[in-house]
């Protein structure tokens, strides 16, 4: 069923460990994080809590684009992007940016809050 497949596609996901299947590989799930269907960007928040809470490979070159990303996911207009990208923002905050390294994030977050209320503005 549905589980499966997502166990199947979340250890591919877990799989890829260097450079440049990462840069794919999230560039891939941004892709599909933005596609019409609501199941598909779903399917691909829940994609990218697995990749910060379970991966161990380096993510520090993407954790802007990320931050920018999942925080944008939260003005979606399906509940279940919302809550997925939620859990996939705070998986990035807590398990993949160090404490010490959060502050340098703060202007990423800024600027997709920004998106965030234009988005939620528009789709009243």
Not at 55 to 80: P, Y
Request: glycine share 6%; net charge negative.
């Amino acid at each position: 069923g549905n589980q499966d497949t997502l166990e199947e596609a979340v250890s591919v996901v877990l799989s890829i460990q260097e450079e440049p299947g990462l840069s794919v590989l999230v560039e891939e799930l941004f892709k599909v994080g933005r596609h019409t269907s609501d199941s598909r960007r779903h399917a691909a928040m829940l994609l990218l809590e697995a990749l910060c809470s379970r991966c161990h490979a380096n993510l520090n070159e993407h954790v802007a684009q990320l931050i920018i990303f999942t925080t944008e996911s939260l003005a979606d207009k399906s509940q279940e992007v919302c809550e997925s990208g939620w859990t996939a923002l705070e998986a990035l905050v807590t398990k993949v940016i160090g404490t010490k390294e959060l502050p340098q994030y703060i202007g990423y977050l800024h600027k997709a809050l920004k998106t965030c209320r234009q988005a939620l503005e528009e789709n009243g």
